[in-house]
C-alpha cells in the first residue's frame, strides 16, 4: 500500500473485554513497531518485528498484550481483559530492513483505545 | 541503544527561524541522525536524516557536528503548522530491538 493502514481508527470497549488492533504496514517493510502514546505523553515502545520474528518482547506493558505478524506482512497487536489504564493510541511504523541506519519509518494514523 | 537528549519546549514566531537541538554523545560511527514530527492528533512524520553531512529537504535543514556528538534540526521560517513535537533519534545497522523516541520538543509558533 502507499502508506501503513491501521484499523479501526477509534475503538470504544469495555473493561475486561478484549480488543485486536490491527496494522498493515508499507509492502515490502519487513521492520514493525508498535508504540502506544497515552493522552499527552510520549511514545512507549512496545514491541519490534523483523519478519514474522519478535526477539524482544519486553515492551509489552503485561502478559495481557501479545502480538503476532504473519506472512511479514499484517500484525496484530491484542490485548485482554482490557483495563481503563490501556485507553491510548496505539501506533504502527514499518521500515526497510534495519541492514541500514539510513532507513526511514513510516508511522501509521493510530489506533485510538478507549476502556470505559 | 544510543540515547538523544533534546529541550523540553521552544517557542518561534511566525516567519522566523528555528534552531532545534540534539545531544547525542555516545553515538556510534554507523548511528544516522533521524528526526520525526508530530502533528497533534496525528502519527509522527518522518522530517530528515543524516549520517556526517549537512542535510536539506524542502522541509527543513539538519546540521551536524564535526564530532557528530550533536546536530541541529533547522526549520527555516517557521509557520503556525509547524508547531508539532519534534523528536531526534538514532537509527544504525542493529535491530530495532527498543527503538525508543524520548519526550522530543514540542515547538510552539506565534502569529
Known amino acids: 500500500g502507499a502508506g501503513v493502514s491501521q484499523s479501526p481508527s477509534n475503538k470504544v470497549t469495555e473493561k475486561g473485554k478484549d480488543v485486536e488492533l490491527r496494522c498493515d504496514p508499507i509492502s515490502g517493510h519487513t521492520a514493525l513497531y508498535w508504540y502506544r502514546q497515552s493522552l499527552g505523553q510520549g511514545l512507549e515502545f512496545l514491541i519490534y518485528f523483523q519478519g514474522n520474528s519478535a526477539p524482544d518482547k519486553s515492551g509489552l506493558p503485561s502478559d495481557r498484550f501479545s502480538a503476532e505478524r504473519t506472512g511479514g506482512s499484517v500484525s496484530t497487536l491484542t490485548i485482554q481483559r482490557t483495563q481503563q489504564e490501556d485507553s491510548a493510541v496505539y501506533l504502527c511504523?514499518?521500515?526497510?530492513?534495519?541492514?541500514?541506519?539510513?532507513?526511514?519509518?513510516?508511522f501509521g494514523a493510530g489506533s485510538r483505545l478507549t476502556v470505559l | 541503544d544510543a540515547k538523544t537528549t533534546q529541550p523540553n519546549s521552544m517557542e518561534s514566531n511566525e516567519e522566523e527561524p528555528v534552531h532545534l537541538p540534539c545531544n547525542h554523545s555516545?553515538?556510534?560511527?554507523?548511528?544516522?541522525i533521524h528526526w520525526y514530527r508530530q502533528l497533534p492528533s496525528q502519527g509522527p512524520e518522518y522530517v530528515i536524516h543524516?549520517?556526517?553531512s549537512n542535510v536539506n529537504n524542502r522541509m527543513a535543514s539538519l546540521a551536524i557536528a564535526e564530532d557528530r556528538k550533536s546536530s541541529t534540526l533547522i526549520l527555516h521560517r517557521a509557520t503556525l503548522r509547524d508547531a508539532a513535537v519534534y523528536y531526534c533519534?538514532?537509527?544504525?545497522?542493529?535491530?530495532?530491538?527498543?527503538?525508543?523516541f524520548g519526550a522530543g520538543t514540542t515547538v510552539t509558533v506565534r502569529a
Open positions: 511504523a514499518s521500515s526497510l530492513a534495519t541492514v541500514s541506519g539510513a532507513n526511514v519509518l513510516t
Open positions: 533519534i538514532l537509527r544504525d545497522v542493529s535491530p530495532d530491538y527498543k527503538l525508543s
Open positions: 543524516g549520517l556526517t
Open positions: 555516545t553515538i556510534s560511527g554507523t548511528d544516522y
